[in-house]
């Protein structure tokens, strides 16, 4: 089982930007890592991905263009940092490792506790 501790989130003014911080310990082999976020009564969405290699990045096209993923295999960390936010990007912030299909469709073999992001109008 991998274990993931997030860290980075709060609340910040519309345009700001935050950087969230995710890292893997446990019994680690062969994973990569990613982003989902919630919304009270919506499901929860992927946000981006990586291979922990870094050699490849996916992002939903709601966050293309603001959000950087980024992985430090050497740490077993990811982190996401969230420029230009926008109140919509509101929400709990979940890292998640698995492999990647899993990561595309919301099933990944481990979540972490979630951190809130508000961002404010």
Same mark, same amino acid.
């Given at each position: 089982q991998v274990q993931l501790v997030e860290s980075g989130g709060g609340l910040v003014q519309a345009g700001g930007s935050l950087r969230l911080s995710c890292a893997a310990s446990g019994i680690i082999s062969s994973y990569e890592m990613g982003w989902?976020?919630?919304?009270?009564?919506k499901d929860r969405e992927f946000v981006a991905a990586v291979?922990?290699?870094g050699a490849s990045t996916y992002y939903a096209d709601s966050v293309k263009g603001r959000f950087t993923i980024t992985a430090d295999s050497a740490?077993?960390?990811?982190?996401?940092?969230?420029n %230009? *936010?926008?109140?919509?990007d509101t929400a709990v912030y979940y890292c998640a490792?698995?492999?990647?299909? %899993? *990561?595309?469709?919301?099933?990944?073999?481990s979540w972490g506790q979630g951190t809130q992001v508000t961002v404010t109008s």
């Amino acid at each position: 089982q991998v274990q993931l501790v997030e860290s980075g989130g709060g609340l910040v003014q519309a345009g700001g930007s935050l950087r969230l911080s995710c890292a893997a310990s446990g019994i680690i082999s062969s994973y990569e890592m990613g982003w989902f976020r919630q919304v009270p009564g919506k499901d929860r969405e992927f946000v981006a991905a990586v291979t922990m290699s870094g050699a490849s990045t996916y992002y939903a096209d709601s966050v293309k263009g603001r959000f950087t993923i980024t992985a430090d295999s050497a740490k077993n960390t990811v982190y996401l940092q969230m420029n %230009t *936010l926008k109140p919509e990007d509101t929400a709990v912030y979940y890292c998640a490792a698995g492999r990647l299909r %899993t *990561l595309f469709i919301g099933t990944p073999g481990s979540w972490g506790q979630g951190t809130q992001v508000t961002v404010t109008s």
